[in-house]
């Protein structure tokens, strides 16, 4: 019996391919762009625990020394010989940019082994001892600036290593950084007792149990994750349109084999088990879809984290077990939740029903009624929630009642507005074209629901992007105001440098800084001289009317904006600081940057930091000149490419870095706006069948196929651009949100929202596009129907 | 002649091979008359009735409204001599949903340009629906959709109504009175009128009939 | 390649690996050779000699309790380079390693460190002026030596681990004794080689810090300084050492050095006022007797040795026979009872198992 009934229901997929082509094509997609996603953040956060993980930072204690010095070997032996279990490492970035590690493997705690690391009895131990072998993550063992960095040293492989790290022995890490003598840090035996108390000048750092690039990519990845969701729930409306019409267009089979004595729960369940098949299908198809896309975006979002947060991601995808699993999940998930409704009229379908055709997802007038009361609730909701609550997750929160209430309203917004138009057309085939479009909006509207929040989302990252850019290259201009900016590698070389440059140039502006724990995070302290480049050009937010003076005297310190907000400091508030307390005398902005920073006058930080050596400069010279310049002093004083940094180099990199910060984001923005435009072309397809009773009466008082194709595929660019007018201020909508909210919950930073009337008129054409696209096929199967089609419609129940 | 068909043929493809509809149908309508078409299921009336109107071409022979041989005509051409000189009466109304009825009954006469609002009002007074113009199709009864699109047919004032067993899907009082209707609207607007049903009874009452069958006039 | 010395290069990863004939110059890869010419000059040889490639510094002592029980005690530092001679700061090629115990009749108390040369963290000092310090981390043998006296014969011991401690003084009791020939000690027919000498005479006091409390202790201790470069023959596969005090003052170092046939025994007589005879190879008998089963592995705990031209045939006995150095590279080390013609306590080093 099951046989045979599945055989019947199977049929119906055999008679429409193409319905069964899109309900796989929607879920597979809609699985795609979620797995690729979590493909892309499975990967990254496997990076950061890598880097989280290495020489067991997550599980070691540390003695570290206080800021502004630095340890030394003999600081090591002392503390061994009082019987301290500490091993030092050695930590620092070689002048290309490679993080380099320097371990003691005789001392090394066995928790902070590393994969590939030789152990006490490896006969690997003598050659890493004597710097002949050092280990390299194995994505990056090839690259350039590690063969360059290691030359005479065998680059070994090791998993475990995050990208572009070298670790090695101490002896070789000193060579590397060219800090010979120098210690980083020591890490603690966890199985030996301390002998005492932590001694003076150290302090004893817990291990960090949350890794700082997780905390800080958090929200990029929460991003990511939004859009995942998002593409995923756009792709479910295809879904629920496939799966609807199968339900609908087999309603008389269904009734049949009811009728013939097939239970109701047998007929379920077969149901069921064929949607989970289906599924499983379209899933497959989608975590391979997603694959290539992660594999496609990753370097983009590799290089986004390494500009951006300094945080290494190989640019190499693996397939992990976790994403693979949970897109199959979702796919399934979704599949289900998009048939639950018709396996729950077919479990309280009595035999004999009518099969007279139900409109599956017909709203009524009143169900839209109370549909657009729900999303007004919501977004009253919304609003409430904006005002009470704080924290990225409200940001979220507040984000997802935005596209949700908009997208409840939508129907009876698109509806009334058709009435609107339609009281005013005068045509007969004008009223008859409103009045029609009026009536598709029960059958499109979880397809228009769709392309709302595509084209919403569209708007409000794209205006996000766009006020982003505009302030950056604004704050860019301010912040490097300097033409050439110079790093000796030295203090020595320094005072060479500068002996040589100062006769030279119209300015030459020492830059000091020092690492310093600031509200509780890792931060910097930066001291400038007193000058017009500052005074004239530093992006200052708010700040007191004599700031540069206070600054320049020692009596006040500049704040950047994320430690403003972080430690809720204001203009006048006291600010704690090594070397004693200062009052706030100016707040600047600071984009790009995730950390909290100080600027002092230069004299103050000298007096704070008396160990920090000047071994940078920003030269002021006039800007044609640069080039040459920076041509002459490295020929003068041969110095590496890195040493000498000029304005506009600067500014390409940091607009690179932006670039590809969202690329990743226009590509699932494209990719989401795909998906809405099939959800539309599904409905529209599911629709015709529906429509032609509809069409053929018209078709038989004169109107031909043609015209009727024509004003067929106008309707829906009407109804698109309806949902495009409507998308427009939820988009805007959703940029404030972005900007004002999840960004200073997430960066520290505010940024001031811009208008960009163009894209908006991009935002009309996209949605017409993406209409045409999905109506086009529509229209033409209209066009190109034969009569006898058309009047079977008069001759048949339908 | 308001329609004249001759030596019309008529085959459709399907799954089972071809299927001869229509085997050299000839008849003639003259302006006024009326003429019942019956037969049995599949016997081609149908068919015979959408050549007629022009919704799709003939195999062989040729018919000739007012004059104008439908093979001249191109698809265009067929739309426009359908919106303006041939009324359709369906078993199933087909209406359009989401017009009213006052909007569904002066559609096609508004669609050739050839709107009355006189008469218009007129026939739907005639018809009994004034107080349900404002009324959507799902709002009327099966009666009452009939009424409104034997009122949207007449409404064009067009030469030649063609009707496919316009009562078919309506009971017997109802169906008798909706026909009596059509009947006199058809008189006095002086049009033509085709209708196919399947009964005898309401056949008498038109002028002529003739019976289809394997796709030939027996009588 | 075995035994104590190949233990450290194994650990370390050098090729230890004997070149052949010990050639009186410098070996193939720079390090110094010993040479039965070099005559032992003190207290210069108590400190490192980095131009060789292993070194220690090897105290065991065999101790009474207060509490009646019977403890073994080993304070060791091992120094092995990577490349002859020292040099400042990570670029050292000296490596150190110590290993402390405390064996009991029915525990083991095992403690290990490793370091870098070049830094501070381990070394040996005989100084001008400062006086001998042999330590590694936390760990220190400390000359506590009168103006005048050998830097050894008096000295503070200290070393932990992680569930054991102690601090021991040691007095000596009898002078240095040369071992091999004036300190030139043979190690195979080949003519592998080391300069060995120890100091057999400590008495000890001095406190144990074990899981039940402290314990104080009094005994006899015994010092071993070795160096070299090549110290084993290709097809010596381990190594069994015996140090022996007998209740009559007399002393035996005997050694086997296993390989595929005999093996080759050597060791010396020690009188009871220091003078010290060579033995010649083979006169020393070692036959195990039980076998243990000791960390996975087959290791004879009871030995009978006979050396007949001083009448000897005893039994030699672990108190412990799990006295298992469960260190980087493991080897046994524990002390034992002497039955049969002569009495007396000792210690007993097997590698190679």
Redesign the interface.
């Known amino acids: 019996m099951i046989r045979t009934a599945l055989t019947a229901l199977l049929s119906h997929w055999r008679r429409h391919p193409m319905q069964l082509a899109m309900l796989l094509l929607g879920l597979a997609l809609a699985t795609a762009l979620w797995s690729g996603v979590q493909a892309i953040n499975a990967e990254a956060r496997a990076a950061y625990d890598r880097a989280a993980t290495i020489l067991g930072q997550d599980r070691l204690d540390r003695l570290e020394p206080a800021s502004g010095t630095s340890l030394t070997t003999a600081d090591f032996a002392a503390l061994r010989q009082a019987g301290w279990p500490v091993s030092p490492v050695l930590e620092g970035r070689t002048v290309t940019g490679l993080r380099v590690l320097g371990v003691e493997p005789l001392t090394l705690p066995r928790d902070a082994a590393t994969a590939g690391l030789p152990g006490l009895s490896s006969d690997r131990l003598t050659d890493f001892l004597r710097g002949r072998i050092a280990l390299v993550a194995a994505e990056t063992l090839a690259r350039p600036e590690v063969a360059a960095a290691l030359e005479g040293v065998a680059a070994t492989a090791a998993p475990d290593l995050p990208p572009m790290t070298i670790l090695a022995d101490i002896g070789l890490a000193e060579r590397l950084l060219d800090r010979p003598g120098e210690i980083s840090a020591f890490l603690i035996d966890p199985s030996r007792p301390l002998p005492g108390p932590v001694p003076i000048g150290l302090t004893l750092q817990a291990p960090a149990a949350d890794d700082g690039l997780a905390r800080l990519t958090g929200s990029f990845h929460l991003n990511l994750t939004a859009f995942g969701v998002l593409a995923f729930a756009v792709g479910l409306f295809i879904v629920h349109a496939a799966i609807g019409l199968a339900f609908e267009q087999r309603r008389g089979v269904m009734r049949t084999l009811r009728a013939l004595g097939v239970p109701a729960w047998t007929l379920a369940a077969l149901v069921m088990a064929e949607l989970l098949a289906l599924a499983l299908i379209a899933g497959l198809i989608g975590v391979g879809l997603g694959y290539a896309l992660a594999a496609a975006l990753l370097p983009d979002v590799a290089a986004t984290l390494g500009g951006l947060y300094g945080a290494a991601v190989p640019g190499t995808l693996e397939l992990r077990p976790g994403w693979t699993l949970a897109g199959l999940a979702m796919a399934a998930g979704g599949t289900l939740a998009a048939g639950a409704q018709g396996i729950w009229q077919l479990m309280r379908l009595p035999p004999l029903a009518s099969a007279a055709p139900q409109a599956w997802a017909a709203a009524t007038a009143t169900t839209r009624r109370w549909q657009a009361l729900a999303g007004l609730a919501l977004l009253l909701a919304t609003v409430l929630a904006l005002v009470a609550g704080t924290g990225l997750w409200t940001g979220f929160a507040v984000l997802a009642g935005l596209l949700l209430g908009a997208a409840l309203i939508l129907p009876a917004a698109l509806a009334a507005g058709l009435a609107a138009v339609a009281k005013r057309a005068k045509g007969v085939l004008a009223q008859w074209f409103w009045a029609d479009a009026r009536h598709q909006i029960p059958g499109l509207s979880l397809a228009l629901m769709a392309l709302l929040l595509a084209l919403a989302a569209n708007v409000g990252v794209g205006t996000m992007v766009a006020s982003f850019r505009a302030t950056f290259t604004g704050w860019l201009d301010q912040r490097l105001a300097s033409e050439l900016y110079l790093t000796a590698g030295s203090p020595a070389e320094a005072a060479a440098l500068r002996a040589w440059i100062t006769p030279r140039v119209d300015a030459v502006l020492p830059i000091v800084f020092a690492e310093v724990p600031l509200s509780g995070q890792p931060g910097e302290v930066f001291g400038v001289a007193d000058h017009a480049t500052y005074r004239d050009h530093w992006p200052l937010l708010s700040a007191l009317p004599d700031v540069w003076d206070l600054l320049a005297r020692g009596e006040a310190a500049l704040i950047n904006e994320q430690l403003a907000r972080r430690a809720g400091l204001d203009l006048g508030m006291i600010l704690d600081l090594p070397g004693g307390p200062l009052p706030v005398a100016g707040v600047y902005s600071d984009y790009g940057n995730p950390a909290p920073q100080v600027m002092l006058g230069f004299d103050t930080f000298t007096r704070r930091f008396p160990d920090v050596e000047v071994t940078r400069f920003a030269l002021r010279l006039p800007s044609a000149d640069a080039e040459s310049f920076a041509t002459r002093i490295r020929q003068e004083f041969a110095l590496p490419d890195t040493a000498l940094i000029d304005q506009a180099g600067i500014k390409a990199f940091s607009l690179k870095v932006f670039e590809r910060t969202f690329a990743v984001t226009g590509a699932l923005n494209v990719l989401t706006l795909g998906v809405a435009a099939t959800a539309i072309l599904t409905s529209l397809l599911t629709l015709a069948d529906r429509r032609l009773p509809q069409l053929a009466p018209v078709w038989a008082m004169g109107l031909t196929r043609r015209r009727l194709a024509l004003l067929d595929l106008a309707r829906t660019l009407v109804l698109a651009l309806g949902t495009a007018v409507l998308a427009l201020p939820l988009g805007l909508a959703l940029a404030w949100v972005l900007l004002a909210v999840v960004n200073v919950e997430a960066f520290g930073w505010r940024l001031p929202m811009k208008a960009f009337p163009g894209d908006w008129l991009k935002l009309a054409v996209t949605a017409l596009v993406a209409a045409l696209g999905a109506g086009l096929i529509p229209a033409l199967r209209l066009m190109r129907r034969q009569p006898a089609e058309l009047m079977r419609v008069f001759a048949n129940e339908r | 002649m308001v329609l004249t068909v001759e030596g019309v043929s008529k085959h459709?493809e399907t799954a089972d091979g071809q299927v001869q509809v229509l085997s050299g149908v000839s008849l003639t309508l003259a302006p006024g008359e009326s003429l019942a078409l019956t037969g049995e299921s599949g016997s081609g009336k149908?068919t015979l009735l959408?050549l007629s109107?022009g919704?799709?071409?003939a195999d062989a022979g040729q018919i000739v409204i007012g004059g104008t041989s439908l093979s001249r005509l191109d698809?265009?051409g067929r739309?426009?001599?359908?919106?303006?000189r041939i009324g359709?009466v369906?078993?199933?109304y087909?209406?359009?949903?989401?017009?009213n009825a006052g909007?569904n009954l002066?559609?096609?006469a508004?669609?050739?340009g050839r709107?009355d609002p006189d008469w218009a009002a007129y026939l739907a007074d005639a018809l009994g629906l004034a107080s349900l113009l404002h009324r959507y199709p799902e709002q009327l009864s099966g009666g009452q959709q009939q009424r409104v699109a034997i009122g949207?047919a007449l409404a064009v004032r067009p030469d030649l109504i063609l009707a496919?067993e316009p009562t078919g899907n309506l009971d017997e009082a109802t169906g008798d009175t909706v026909l009596a209707l059509m009947l006199s609207l058809v008189a006095e607007a002086k049009a033509a009128l085709l209708m196919v049903t399947h009964s005898e009874r309401l056949a008498a009452r038109l002028d002529r009939r003739l019976h289809l069958a394997g796709g030939r006039i027996l009588s | 390649m075995n035994g104590k010395a190949a233990l450290l290069c194994l650990l370390l990863g050098t090729p230890a690996l004997p070149q052949g004939f010990a050639d009186m110059g410098a070996s193939a890869d720079g390090f110094a050779l010993p040479n039965r010419e070099t005559v032992l000059a003190f207290p210069a040889d108590h400190a490192a000699h980095p131009e060789f490639r292993i070194e220690w510094w090897y105290l065991t002592a065999n101790l009474q309790g207060s509490d009646g029980v019977e403890y073994g005690l080993q304070w060791t530092l091992f120094r092995t380079a990577l490349a002859p001679g020292e040099s400042d700061g990570w670029r050292s090629m000296q490596l150190w390693m110590g290993h402390a115990a405390v064996t009991t009749p029915d525990a083991h108390f095992v403690g290990e460190r490793l370091a870098r040369g070049g830094i501070g963290q381990a070394g040996v000092n005989v100084g001008e002026g400062a006086p001998f310090r042999a330590w590694i981390d936390d760990w220190a043998m400390q000359s506590k030596a009168a103006p005048g006296a050998d830097v050894l014969s008096a000295m503070t011991l200290t070393a932990a681990g992680p569930d054991f401690g102690y601090e021991v003084q040691v007095q000596a009791a009898g002078p240095l004794v040369l071992q091999g020939d004036r300190g030139f000690s043979v190690k195979s027919e080949t003519g592998q080689a080391s300069h060995y000498y120890s100091q057999p005479f400590y008495d000890l006091t001095g406190r144990l810090d074990l899981p039940g409390g402290p314990v104080n202790v009094t005994g006899h201790a015994w010092l071993d300084r070795e160096w070299s470069s090549q110290p084993l023959a290709a097809d010596q596969t381990g190594w069994d050492w015996f140090s022996l005090s007998f209740d009559s003052g007399e002393k035996l170092m005997g050694f086997r050095l296993r390989d595929a046939d005999t093996g080759f025994t050597s060791g010396t007589w020690i009188g009871a006022d220091g003078t010290a005879t060579l033995l010649e190879p083979g006169a020393l008998q070692a036959d195990p007797l039980d076998l243990a089963r000791v960390a996975g592995r087959d290791v004879p705990v009871s030995w009978r040795l006979t050396l007949p031209e001083r009448g000897l045939d005893v039994t030699v006995g672990a108190l412990n026979p799990d006295a298992w150095m469960d260190t980087s590279i493991p080897y046994w080390e524990g002390p034992v009872r002497i039955t049969g013609s002569h009495d007396g306590r000792g210690y007993l080093e097997m590698t190679g198992y």
């Open positions: 459709y149908s959408h109107a919704l799709d071409t698809d265009a739309a426009a001599l359908r919106r303006v359709l369906f078993q199933h087909n209406l359009i949903p989401s017009l909007a002066a559609f096609q508004r669609l050739a709107h949207r496919d």
